[in-house]
């Protein structure tokens, strides 16, 4: 790419002018809502529900933990937070990387792929015995699962225009709200009901059942998602021409080719993409909380199948929150002011909950400074809809673009998690650990 990036209302891309625009053909209303059905019903639908899977997975080790995982394996407080931390290092080891095998490979079957690798790894965690098996299996998870939102964000942003990308991003990004509630409601029905079964805990049944989940919505990928607007089979003729004729008046620029040294360098010379990669930090760290909730509960004195049970709600009012932000980001055509209003709201419940933790904080603010935290996570969606629209005048820049903002923004706060987020300090958590960590590593 030789041009420079135009700097426009906090944008960065060379769309055509308006007169540009005039001179391109008109696009058939019936054959845009024909193209957009088929898209929502495949490729959306399956993006939610892949990612949904995969957020369970990604997140079950603290409902794992309070269903006996910890005493079963061996697992010590560094040990529960450097296994939740591994999976980050190998998400965050291949996030560049899998960017660029998306250029190369077909999503349709790169992305199923990937599910059916970490149904399998998350299935194969039922057997760990040890606290190093446990390290290995969240390891390779996280290798496996990088793959999946850097390239479904490119492959979304491939297809629909400014004005839809944010309602859909945020379509498929609820997963991981829904994963929050459904997960709670898996992991308090398996502690009620199989914790036994067949010879197994309970919390080695929550592997299998989650595991299976994402090994089924993996298959169902090879028939349903699309690869870009000139190479889907199943969009043809006029169809295939509205696809192409969309994404040109926006000057918007889709099949990646081979992402080489020169495109590292238009991304790492300009400073938009570590303002972009502090923002996510910021974002991502916020969401502390809600991550680890379900042990501040537990360890309050309730029961496992109940502390699981309550973070049900609390994800379904993310989950409402992400479409309506979404809609009025969309709406309004804004991203930034969306951000920086909803994470105030969040950093100032986060004041009051630091004020009053003496550790004999009353059981209902702490229940409400976690509604109130929790809508920080919705903001993902609309952030994730921004770098898509920043960096859409080159597609090679943006696919790099999402996973470099996506592999900062997982790798600080998780290592910082590390320190901060002991679980024998819970609920309280008011300790700085480091030094039983640091040897482990």
Same mark, same amino acid.
């Given at each position: 790419m030789n041009k420079s990036y135009k700097v426009d209302s906090a944008k960065i891309d060379d769309s055509i002018t308006e007169s540009e625009t005039e001179s391109l053909p008109e696009i058939d209303p019936v054959v845009e809502k024909r193209l957009l059905q088929k898209l929502d019903r495949r490729l959306i639908v399956w993006a939610f529900f892949s990612y949904l899977t995969n957020s369970l997975i990604r997140n079950n080790?603290?409902?794992?933990?309070?269903?006996? =995982? /910890?005493?079963?394996?061996?697992?010590?407080?560094?040990?529960?937070?450097?296994?939740v931390s591994l999976f980050f290092v190998g998400y965050v080891v291949l996030q560049v990387p899998a960017s660029m095998v998306i250029s190369r490979l077909r999503p349709k079957y790169l992305l199923p792929t990937a599910s059916?690798?970490?149904?399998?790894?998350? *299935?194969?965690?039922?057997?760990?015995?040890?606290?190093?098996?446990?390290?290995?299996?969240?390891? =390779?998870?996280?290798? +496996?699962?990088? &793959?999946?939102?850097?390239?479904?964000?490119?492959?979304? /942003? $491939?297809?629909?225009?400014?004005?839809?990308?944010?309602?859909?991003?945020?379509?498929y990004l609820t997963g991981n709200e829904i994963s929050g509630a459904v997960g709670g409601l898996i992991a308090g029905g398996v502690s009620a009901n199989l914790n036994g079964a067949l010879g197994k805990a309970g919390w080695r049944w929550l592997f299998i059942i989650e595991g299976s989940m994402a090994i $089924?919505?993996?298959?169902?990928?090879?028939?349903?998602?699309?690869?870009?607007?000139?190479?889907?089979?199943?969009?043809?003729?006029?169809?295939?021409?509205?696809?192409?004729?969309?994404?040109?008046?926006? /000057?918007?620029?889709?099949?990646? !080719? @081979?992402?080489?040294?020169?495109?590292? @360098?238009?991304?790492? *010379?300009?400073?938009?993409?570590?303002?972009?990669?502090?923002?996510?930090?910021?974002?991502? &760290? $916020?969401? $502390?909380?809600?991550?680890? +909730?379900?042990i501040i509960i537990n360890k309050m004195g309730y029961s496992a199948a109940y502390s699981n049970y309550l973070v049900t709600p609390i994800y379904i009012l993310s989950a409402i929150c992400a479409i309506v932000f979404a809609f009025i980001s969309d709406h309004y055509n804004e991203r930034v002011w969306v951000i920086i209003a909803v994470e105030s709201w969040v950093a100032f419940?986060?004041?009051?909950?630091?004020?009053?933790?003496?550790?004999?904080?009353? +059981?209902?603010?702490?229940?409400?400074?976690?509604?109130?935290?929790?809508? /920080?996570?919705?903001?993902?969606?609309? +952030?994730? !809809?921004?770098?898509?629209?920043?960096?859409?005048?080159?597609?090679?820049?943006?696919?790099l673009a999402i996973a470099t903002v996506s592999c900062v923004g997982n790798l600080v706060p998780n290592f910082l998690s590390i320190a901060i987020w002991a679980v024998t300090d819970a609920p309280v958590f008011s300790k700085y650990h480091n030094s039983k960590t640091k040897k482990k590593l």
């Amino acid at each position: 790419m030789n041009k420079s990036y135009k700097v426009d209302s906090a944008k960065i891309d060379d769309s055509i002018t308006e007169s540009e625009t005039e001179s391109l053909p008109e696009i058939d209303p019936v054959v845009e809502k024909r193209l957009l059905q088929k898209l929502d019903r495949r490729l959306i639908v399956w993006a939610f529900f892949s990612y949904l899977t995969n957020s369970l997975i990604r997140n079950n080790m603290a409902n794992a933990y309070t269903n006996g =995982m /910890g005493t079963d394996v061996g697992i010590e407080s560094s040990d529960f937070n450097l296994a939740v931390s591994l999976f980050f290092v190998g998400y965050v080891v291949l996030q560049v990387p899998a960017s660029m095998v998306i250029s190369r490979l077909r999503p349709k079957y790169l992305l199923p792929t990937a599910s059916l690798l970490v149904g399998t790894t998350a *299935c194969c965690m039922s057997l760990v015995k040890n606290p190093a098996g446990v390290f290995a299996l969240r390891l =390779m998870l996280g290798l +496996f699962d990088a &793959i999946f939102v850097p390239s479904l964000v490119f492959i979304i /942003g $491939s297809w629909y225009t400014k004005e839809e990308l944010a309602k859909r991003t945020a379509f498929y990004l609820t997963g991981n709200e829904i994963s929050g509630a459904v997960g709670g409601l898996i992991a308090g029905g398996v502690s009620a009901n199989l914790n036994g079964a067949l010879g197994k805990a309970g919390w080695r049944w929550l592997f299998i059942i989650e595991g299976s989940m994402a090994i $089924s919505v993996g298959l169902t990928g090879y028939f349903l998602l699309p690869d870009y607007p000139s190479n889907t089979p199943w969009i043809r003729g006029d169809e295939r021409a509205c696809a192409l004729l969309r994404l040109e008046r926006q /000057g918007r620029k889709v099949a990646p !080719t @081979k992402i080489g040294m020169h495109t590292a @360098k238009n991304l790492l *010379c300009t400073p938009y993409i570590y303002l972009l990669s502090i923002a996510y930090v910021c974002i991502h &760290i $916020s969401n $502390s909380i809600p991550l680890n +909730f379900v042990i501040i509960i537990n360890k309050m004195g309730y029961s496992a199948a109940y502390s699981n049970y309550l973070v049900t709600p609390i994800y379904i009012l993310s989950a409402i929150c992400a479409i309506v932000f979404a809609f009025i980001s969309d709406h309004y055509n804004e991203r930034v002011w969306v951000i920086i209003a909803v994470e105030s709201w969040v950093a100032f419940w986060y004041m009051i909950l630091f004020v009053v933790n003496q550790g004999n904080s009353p +059981f209902g603010l702490i229940l409400a400074g976690a509604f109130m935290v929790i809508l /920080g996570i919705p903001l993902f969606p609309i +952030f994730f !809809t921004f770098v898509n629209e920043i960096y859409s005048a080159d597609s090679n820049t943006r696919a790099l673009a999402i996973a470099t903002v996506s592999c900062v923004g997982n790798l600080v706060p998780n290592f910082l998690s590390i320190a901060i987020w002991a679980v024998t300090d819970a609920p309280v958590f008011s300790k700085y650990h480091n030094s039983k960590t640091k040897k482990k590593l």
